[in-house]
């Protein structure tokens, strides 16, 4: 049981922590996931890189990822009991 509560409390974090990521995101005028696909399904790939533009390709190619994977790293350093 201590084992489902702790994958739901890790899950909670990197949720909390998608959520966070992706206000700031857009607070700061960088596209998420959500729009980058909207544009892809609506109109190809090409007009998806033009829509969201360089910037925000390249937050969501490498910047988002190694911020959830520093989430996921320090959330996991935690001892927590449960």
């Not at 890189?49 to 989430?71: D, K, M, N, Q, T």
């Not at 320090?74 to 009991?81: G, L, Q, T, Y």
Request: no cysteine; glycine share 8%; aromatic share 18%.
């Amino acid at each position: 049981m201590g084992d489902m509560k702790k994958i739901f409390l890790l899950g909670y974090i990197v949720l909390i922590s998608v959520i966070l990521i992706n206000i700031l995101g857009s607070l700061i005028g960088l596209s998420n996931w959500f729009i980058f696909f909207e544009y892809l399904f609506n109109d190809g790939l090409l007009e998806a890189f033009r829509e969201v533009g360089i910037i925000s390709i390249l937050y969501l190619a490498f910047i988002y990822p190694a911020l959830l994977g520093l989430v996921i790293y320090i959330a996991s350093k935690f001892k927590v009991r449960v």
